[in-house]
């Protein structure tokens, strides 16, 4: 007795040259025999003789909508992707074109002119269902507080907000351990940086966390910023609030407040920074050389305008308070720190030709390669001279 496969076999080409003939008689006749032996209704042995002769000519059967995106797209998008250091969809959307204009004109864009066409059409939404199929990094571990206040406190003010009336080089500020698991003996520290209006963001490695070294650590900071200081808002750490940063403050002019003990939501611009940047970036290895301070800031030289200059993001722009939940606003169009500075009416047009030259030269592939080598010597020097042993 013949299986179902074995007559949808023998009847396949006779049925599909039937199609053909004018008269249908055949086709039905057809169908009405293979129904009765294989007790199946005549629909579903319409679609088996198209399944039975598309494998027998080897045609693949296509179904669904035509497929936009193939591998080649997939692939373009993950060199962006990469080069911006595996940002979220909602902020590697507005800058992708700009991303692969720098890559082509340094010769490092490898993909077809169709595939790079269909990258830039894609939208947001789609943007963001495939860049969720890629890996992502997890964060390890969390680090310590090394905060403690001062008498001094009772002299600098506290100020919480509001920030967004402020000016281009007003400044929140925090220093983060490099300590790894414990608080114990010498280590590095990163003093981190963030201008408030323009999201501009620096750091600076430094050897513990003394006065005065992190008085050079602000100096060594305002050298390299595209603006002067003229405010500065720290928590209430020892690190700042002493006489030496005081008097910092004092001789150039410069305000200072502080934010209130045991309230981080006061300093959230450089707290989320804290995190994102200095952790995403150097992790939570204990750095207890001082070969490593070298080694770090060498890091920060490279980090610090890659940032800048290709990671955009987006500001809170409303907090509204519905019963016991708070709902956000978020910018439209994240920008980067580069772009929110030439957008700025305070800031000298000097300053912002001396950016757009230096935007000019620098690539983010490059830049991104290059973070990578010097974090990794960063790793290497750290293991040869560091005191412990340490995981990354």
Same mark, same amino acid.
């Given at each position: 007795?013949?299986?179902?496969?074995?007559i949808?076999?023998?009847?396949?080409?006779?049925?599909?040259?039937?199609?053909?003939?004018?008269?249908?008689?055949?086709?039905?006749?057809?169908?009405?025999?293979?129904?009765?032996?294989?007790?199946?209704?005549?629909?579903?042995?319409?679609?088996?003789?198209?399944?039975?002769?598309?494998?027998?000519?080897?045609?693949q059967?296509?179904?669904?909508?035509p497929?936009?995106?193939?591998?080649?797209?997939?692939?373009?998008?993950?060199?962006?992707?990469?080069?911006?250091?595996?940002?979220?969809?909602?902020?590697?959307?507005?800058?992708?074109?700009?991303? &692969?204009e720098?890559?082509r004109?340094?010769?490092? +864009?490898?993909?077809?002119? =169709? *595939? @790079?066409?269909?990258? !830039? #059409?894609?939208?947001?939404?789609?943007?963001?269902?495939?860049?969720?199929?890629?890996?992502?990094?997890?964060?390890?571990?969390?680090?310590?507080?090394?905060?403690?206040?001062?008498?001094?406190?009772?002299?600098?003010?506290?100020?919480?907000?509001?920030?967004?009336?402020?000016?281009?080089?007003?400044?929140?500020?925090?220093?983060?351990?490099?300590?790894?698991?414990?608080?114990?003996?010498?280590?590095?520290?990163?003093?981190?940086?963030?201008?408030?209006? &323009?999201?501009?963001?620096?750091?600076?490695?430094? +050897?513990?966390?003394?006065? =005065? *070294? @992190?008085?050079?650590? !602000? #100096?060594?900071?305002?050298?390299?910023?595209?603006?002067?200081?003229?405010?500065?808002?720290?928590?209430?750490?020892?690190?700042?609030?002493?006489?030496?940063?005081?008097?910092?403050?004092?001789?150039?002019?410069?305000?200072?407040?502080?934010?209130?003990?045991?309230?981080?939501?006061?300093?959230?611009?450089?707290?989320?920074?804290?995190?994102?940047?200095?952790?995403?970036?150097?992790?939570?290895?204990?750095?207890?050389?001082?070969?490593?301070?070298?080694?770090?800031?060498?890091?920060?030289?490279?980090?610090?305008p890659?940032?800048?200059?290709?990671?955009?993001?987006?500001?809170?722009?409303?907090?509204?308070?519905?019963?016991?939940?708070?709902?956000?606003?978020?910018?439209?169009?994240?920008?980067?720190?580069?772009?929110?500075?030439?957008?700025?009416?305070?800031?000298?047009?000097?300053?912002?030709?001396?950016?757009?030259?230096?935007?000019a030269?620098?690539?983010?592939?490059?830049?991104?390669?290059?973070?990578?080598?010097?974090?990794?010597?960063?790793?290497?020097?750290?293991?040869?001279?560091?005191?412990s042993?340490?995981?990354?």
């Amino acid at each position: 007795m013949e299986t179902k496969n074995q007559i949808f076999k023998r009847y396949t080409k006779e049925y599909h040259r039937a199609q053909t003939l004018p008269d249908k008689r055949m086709q039905t006749r057809i169908l009405d025999t293979v129904a009765d032996a294989t007790q199946m209704h005549r629909k579903a042995v319409i679609r088996k003789f198209k399944r039975v002769y598309a494998k027998d000519i080897s045609v693949q059967e296509a179904r669904g909508r035509p497929r936009i995106y193939t591998p080649d797209v997939i692939s373009a998008l993950k060199d962006v992707w990469g080069a911006s250091n595996r940002l979220c969809g909602e902020l590697l959307f507005p800058i992708i074109r700009e991303y &692969t204009e720098v890559l082509r004109r340094d010769g490092m +864009w490898a993909n077809s002119d =169709e *595939a @790079t066409s269909k990258l !830039l #059409a894609m939208s947001l939404g789609t943007m963001k269902i495939k860049l969720g199929n890629f890996t992502k990094i997890q964060k390890k571990g969390r680090g310590f507080s090394t905060t403690s206040p001062s008498h001094l406190k009772h002299i600098i003010p506290v100020f919480s907000g509001p920030w967004d009336k402020e000016l281009p080089g007003s400044e929140q500020i925090d220093t983060v351990a490099h300590c790894g698991s414990s608080l114990l003996g010498s280590f590095a520290y990163t003093l981190n940086i963030v201008d408030i209006p &323009t999201l501009w963001n620096r750091a600076w490695a430094q +050897w513990n966390k003394g006065q =005065e *070294a @992190t008085v050079g650590s !602000l #100096a060594a900071i305002e050298d390299q910023s595209p603006f002067p200081y003229i405010k500065l808002h720290p928590d209430s750490g020892a690190e700042f609030i002493n006489w030496h940063c005081k008097a910092y403050c004092d001789t150039k002019g410069i305000s200072m407040t502080r934010s209130r003990p045991n309230h981080s939501n006061d300093n959230a611009y450089i707290e989320e920074r804290n995190g994102h940047i200095i952790r995403k970036y150097i992790g939570y290895i204990r750095l207890d050389c001082e070969e490593a301070v070298v080694a770090l800031n060498n890091v920060y030289a490279v980090l610090c305008p890659y940032l800048n200059h290709f990671i955009p993001s987006r500001k809170c722009i409303e907090r509204v308070k519905i019963g016991s939940k708070y709902v956000k606003k978020y910018e439209k169009v994240p920008k980067t720190p580069y772009q929110r500075v030439l957008e700025n009416e305070h800031i000298s047009d000097e300053a912002k030709e001396t950016l757009r030259e230096e935007h000019a030269a620098l690539n983010p592939l490059v830049m991104k390669k290059e973070i990578d080598r010097l974090r990794a010597v960063l790793y290497d020097v750290q293991k040869k001279h560091g005191n412990s042993s340490n995981k990354i």
